[in-house]
C-alpha cells in the first residue's frame, strides 16, 4: 500500500513510515511538495543533494535535459578526478554493498556534474526473484510471528535468486540453506525459483 501524507477524508498526517520506500516518498512529499526538512526519514547527504538540485533548478518538475559527454572530456575529467576516486574509494565500495541485492546504484559525479563512477548493477535482472523471495519470506515471518532475517538473511535470497536452483540438492548447496530451512522452507523457495524461469 502506497504511502499517504492524509489518511483517508483529509484526517491526519502518517507520521511513521513502514518501509524503506515508504519513508523517501514520505521525505519526498515533505521536502518538495512542503517544503519541510525531512531530518531523520532519509540521510543528511540526499537532503544536501535535494537541496541543491532545488537551488539550481526551481521548478521540480521539470525535465532536465541530459547533455552526452565525448569521450575525450570523459577522459580528461577521470584524470581530473583520480585524487577523488582514490579518496572515495573505500566509501565507494561501502555504499555499494549496502545496495547489494537493490535495483539502485552509486554515481559519483565531478563538480561540474560529469559521472565519475557508476555502481555496476549485475543483479538487475535477478530483482523480481529477489522481490518475490522477500514476499514470500515477509509472509512466512508474519504467519510464524518471527522476524523476516530468522526465515532467511538477505545475502542467502540473493544467492538463490543469482544460482536458480532446481532441485533440493542444488538448493542446500547456497550458504544459509542448512537442513532445518531446507525442509522447511525448500519446496516454497524452489516453486517460486521455478516461477520465475
Not at 526551481?58 to 535535459?65: E, L, P, Q, S, Y
Request: glycine fraction near 8%; hydrophobic fraction near 45%.
Amino acid at each position: 500500500m502506497p504511502l499517504s501524507p492524509r489518511s483517508l477524508a483529509g484526517g491526519p498526517r502518517q507520521l511513521f513510515a513502514n518501509t524503506p520506500a515508504e519513508r523517501v516518498a514520505l521525505a519526498r512529499t515533505q521536502f518538495f511538495e512542503e517544503g519541510v526538512r525531512p531530518s531523520g526519514l532519509v540521510g543528511e547527504a540526499v537532503i544536501q543533494s535535494w537541496m541543491r538540485c532545488a537551488r539550481s533548478h526551481a521548478d521540480t518538475r521539470r525535465t532536465i535535459a541530459f547533455d552526452a559527454v565525448t569521450p575525450s572530456r570523459l577522459h580528461a575529467t577521470l584524470a581530473r578526478n583520480h585524487d577523488l576516486l582514490a579518496a572515495a574509494h573505500g566509501e565507494l565500495v561501502g555504499m555499494e554493498s549496502s545496495l547489494a541485492g537493490t535495483d539502485c546504484r552509486v554515481l559519483l559525479t565531478d563538480a561540474q556534474g560529469v559521472i565519475v563512477h557508476v555502481t555496476h548493477n549485475p543483479s538487475a535482472p535477478q530483482q523480481p526473484i529477489v522481490d518475490a523471495l522477500r514476499a514470500w519470506r515477509l509472509d512466512e515471518a508474519r504467519r510464524n510471528a518471527i522476524a523476516p532475517f530468522v526465515v532467511l538473511h538477505d545475502r542467502t535470497l540473493i544467492a538463490i535468486a543469482s544460482e536458480l536452483p532446481g532441485s533440493p540438492g542444488e538448493l542446500s548447496s547456497i550458504p544459509g540453506i542448512g537442513p532445518a530451512k531446507l525442509a522447511s522452507y525448500g519446496d516454497a523457495i524452489l516453486n517460486i525459483v521455478k516461477g520465475s524461469r
